[in-house]
């Protein structure tokens, strides 16, 4: 059980890091930083439906096996 603590602590901070590098890159476009701020949500936001989308079609393609 300490293993998956640890691989979920990992993960958390792995997104954390990687939307906070998404939020430094369109803040590095633009000079507002309201702009930046309402574009790194919308960036946000995509990135979360993509990555919805794409867990339900693996989900349709891999069935979980009943045993």
């Known amino acids: ?5 640890f691989g979920n602590i990992l993960a958390v901070l792995l997104v954390g890091f990687a939307f906070l590098a998404v939020g ?6 633009t000079e507002s930083q ?3 701020a309402v574009l790194s949500i919308v960036a ?4 979360y439906l993509i990555s919805a989308t ?8 891999f069935p979980k096996a009943d045993a």
Do not use: E, G, P, Q
Not at 24 to 29: D, E, K, M, N, R
Not at 54 to 61: C, E, F, L, Q, R
């Open 34 to 36: 309201v702009i930046a």
């Open 1 to 5: 059980k300490t293993a998956v603590l």
């Open 44 to 47: 946000f936001i995509f990135l």
């Open 54 to 61: 794409m867990m339900d079609t693996i989900v349709k393609t």
């Open 24 to 29: 430094v890159f369109v803040s590095s476009l």
